[in-house]
């Protein structure tokens, strides 16, 4: 079992929906992370959350809406997807001030857009 | 820019060969290196983590060695099983604070009973 949680685990949607996904963590971690992952790629650094504020953007696109509404919580709010955004979504996790602790992920949400 | 390569990109080998596994980066400024384990579907598992002041960490049948000057290190598998069958990434970090790492390409075992 990890212990970096996400929801969904399998998400299909049109795109001219709304959805989100989910990611909590109770490890005390005030780090948190989006990647995207495509198929036999390493992941892509999406957004870095510490102490719930965005500490890092990635140039990417505003149809992909971040939100840290506590320390335990991370969220991301999809719109307007595009099929080339069908991909892995991982969450990670990570102390801040321990710098030399690893970076714990989730299983993933598996995206597919139609 | 940092960039980060696996070699090779996938490896086959019957169970019980003792095998490594190959990281090399570019820019030697690097904060620590990690590998991770990944099964198809699933998310990273953190295998091992080397700071920059260390030359290699060991877990069970897995040793990591890292030789910062030359912008290398390497995953040593010992004995392998076919539950090692996975893809193994590396990932060099530069800052303190949260954790920006770079990725590499990933190699992809397959390990045969």
């Known amino acids: 079992d990890t212990e970096v949680t996400q929801t969904p685990k399998h998400l299909v949607m049109g795109m001219t929906n709304k959805k989100s996904l989910k990611c909590e963590q109770h490890?005390?971690?005030?780090?948190m992370y989006w990647y995207k992952q495509k198929a036999k790629k390493p992941p892509e650094l999406m957004f870095v959350?510490?102490?719930?504020?965005?500490?890092i953007n990635e140039s990417v696109p505003s149809r992909f809406s971040p939100e840290c509404p506590n320390s335990s919580l991370l969220n991301l709010h999809l719109h307007a997807l595009q099929p080339e955004d069908s991909a892995l979504y991982l969450c990670?996790?990570?102390?801040?001030?321990?710098?030399?602790?690893?970076?714990?992920f989730g299983d993933g949400t598996r995206l597919s857009i139609l | 820019k940092q960039e980060v390569t696996q070699i090779p990109a996938a490896l086959s080998v019957p169970e019980g060969e003792n095998l490594v596994l190959n990281c090399s980066f570019t820019d030697s400024a690097i904060y620590n290196l990690q590998w991770f384990r990944q099964d198809p579907g699933k998310g990273l598992t953190s295998l091992l983590l080397i700071q920059s002041s260390q030359r290699e960490q060991t877990s069970g049948r897995l040793n990591a060695s890292l030789d910062k000057s030359s912008g290398r290190s390497t995953l040593y598998i010992a004995a392998s099983q076919p539950g090692d069958s996975a893809t193994y990434l590396c990932a060099v970090r530069r800052n303190t604070g949260f954790q920006k790492l770079v990725f590499g390409t990933g190699t992809r075992l397959l390990v045969s009973p």
């Open positions: 990670a996790s990570s102390h801040y001030r321990d710098s030399n602790q690893p970076q714990h």
């Open positions: 490890m005390g971690h005030r780090a």
């Open positions: 959350y510490s102490y719930e504020k965005l500490s």
